[in-house]
């Protein structure tokens, strides 16, 4: 009799606990049903990316002096520098360059440790192919400066959450000359150097 009134009494619990774990689940979803919807169309609408977007490397082949700084800072030794040795000038010639970002985990050490600044990030995100093999960029390829989503016609550009004014949720109704969330870097340098004096 004992045991069975201790198994009434356990499938009470796991039903009450059961409720309560629906309930928080339903508490989730009402929440959502209140807020207006985030979305992106995404081929004619895009969101601008942040100031330190890391997307795809653009090169500068006249800059390069195939020291190799970014193949031994990469984790996983990606970019493929071909160079000969020019005896009269004493100097390595690069002959090729490639990225392939299929492989690529655009941790952006090859930009840091670049000591002629011939690697730098870009705002592309859009690296998508049918092909594996055509995410691997050669120096043509990666000297190619893509558009900013500002700056293309065929793009409504819009504002992620970070720097959307505060209280304001949809970057839809946002007009253009709306102040952003938080400070840029020059601003915050300027209001120091105000406290200053």
Not at 136 to 153: M, S
Request: hydrophobic share 35%; aromatic share 10%; proline share 7%.
């Amino acid at each position: 009799m004992l045991k069975f009134l201790k198994q009434i009494g356990d499938y009470a619990k796991e039903s009450v606990q059961a409720a309560r774990y629906i309930g928080q689940g339903l508490a989730v979803t009402f929440d959502h049903m209140q807020r207006r919807p985030i979305t992106v169309q995404y081929p004619y609408e895009r969101l601008i990316p942040s100031e330190r977007f890391r997307g795809r490397i653009h090169f500068e082949f006249d800059k390069c002096i195939a020291c190799e700084v970014c193949v031994r800072v990469c984790p996983i030794n990606l970019p493929v520098v071909d160079w000969e040795f020019d005896k009269p000038s004493k100097k390595k010639k690069l002959n090729h360059y490639s990225i392939d970002f299929g492989v690529c985990i655009f941790c952006g050490n090859c930009v840091e440790y670049c000591p002629t600044n011939c690697l730098s990030m870009t705002e592309e995100y859009d690296l998508c192919t049918y092909d594996r093999h055509e995410l691997n960029y050669d120096n043509v390829a990666l000297g190619r400066l893509p558009y900013k989503v500002t700056q293309d016609p065929m793009v409504t550009p819009l504002r992620e959450l970070v720097y959307l004014p505060k209280g304001v949720l949809d970057p839809h109704d946002l007009p253009a000359d709306a102040k952003r969330a938080g400070m840029l870097p020059e601003e915050i340098v300027k209001q120091e150097e105000q406290t200053a004096q």
